[in-house]
């Protein structure tokens, strides 16, 4: 799951942090969200933690603790579509089924020469047939693996090791010299720019007011600042709440943020508060903040939860200021 949309090499300390702590199925689904997202931080793409969490307690639930051995089962549990099914299936029990990872669309696309954006259904569906059409039926496993290693390691997607790649003969997009046009790329679309106000609200203690995302769409069930679409609505809520305007806050450095499908730009205030009040009075407040819970936390000690990216860079900032103080 970690390897979806994520190279091998950002994985590996991100997984072996994962499994000291959650060595087996059964205390993974007993953890906590928090305690997931925590080890999930900077990882991205945290809907691929959170299904993790689901589809253990599902398998704990629904299967007393052992993993599926059918792909309708498995691609019933939560964050597991077709490939990955097969791809357990395949490593785990050596039944020969076909897998479509990026790397091995890319290796089919090109020694089919198979034109065209794999993300379009008739493309991915044409690569679909080649994927059963050449999966052995014995030493499923080590075919499985080899074909995503070769991929990975020589079939790369820009300067492909040609020359040491087994398949090169027979290779369609190699014969006419065109490896790299394989396959197309996806239609270039400019990203929205889309613009938000984080407020860094610390009280007398130095304590910083963090409030916790619902736990889908955006940064779902991570640990953030209070957040706002712009510089009125942060001041109604600073007015309000803390009795104070967003002119007395010291404006920080914009952090820019990339999703896969919009740029995100982030305008950080940082709001000193002698006072120590209740951060939120109600429930609709509570909504208003898009949060499930909240906290004032200590810059000292640990937080037990999953932090976005520009999260963990603004608090590391605050960190080292009070350091310096």
């Avoid at 198979?114 to 047939?129: D, S």
């Avoid at 984080?198 to 209070?226: D, S, T, Y």
């Amino acid at each position: 799951i970690m390897l979806q949309q994520t190279q091998v090499k950002t994985v590996i300390p991100y997984y072996q942090r994962f499994m000291a702590s959650f060595p087996d199925v059964d205390t993974l689904a007993s953890a906590t969200q928090d305690e997931v997202l925590k080890h999930w931080s900077g990882l991205g793409y945290y809907a691929r933690g959170r299904n993790l969490h689901k589809a253990a307690q599902r398998v704990c639930e629904q299967f007393n603790g052992r993993f599926p051995d059918n792909l309708e089962d498995l691609q019933n549990l939560p964050g597991i579509g077709r490939s990955t099914a097969a791809a357990i299936l395949s490593i785990a029990h050596n039944q020969p089924q076909a897998i479509l990872d990026g790397n091995v669309k890319r290796v089919l696309a090109r020694c089919f020469a198979v034109e065209g954006w794999p993300g379009k259904a008739a493309v991915l569906k044409q690569l679909w047939a080649l994927a059963e059409k050449l999966t052995p039926t014995s030493r499923n496993g080590a075919y499985t693996q080899a074909i995503m290693d070769l991929g990975a390691t020589v079939c790369t997607r820009s300067k492909p090791f040609c020359k040491s790649c087994p398949l090169s003969a027979d290779c369609m997009a190699f014969a006419k010299g065109r490896m790299t046009n394989y396959p197309a790329s996806k239609p270039k679309k400019t990203l929205p720019q889309k613009q938000t106000v984080m407020l860094l609200v610390q009280n007398c203690n130095k304590e910083v007011l963090m409030l916790k995302r619902p736990p889908a769409g955006i940064w779902g069930g991570l640990w953030c600042f209070p957040q706002f679409e712009n510089n009125r609505e942060a001041n109604d809520w600073l007015l309000e709440q803390h009795r104070v305007e967003l002119q007395q806050a010291t404006k920080l450095d914009t952090i820019h943020h990339v999703f896969s499908h919009f740029k995100l730009e982030i305008k950080p205030y940082l709001v000193l508060n002698s006072d120590h009040p209740s951060p939120l009075k109600s429930s609709e407040k509570l909504s208003v903040m898009e949060a499930t819970e909240l906290l004032w936390y200590n810059l000292n000690t640990e937080l037990n939860g999953g932090l976005a990216t520009p999260v963990k860079t603004l608090l590391s900032q605050l960190t080292e200021n009070q350091i310096k103080d």
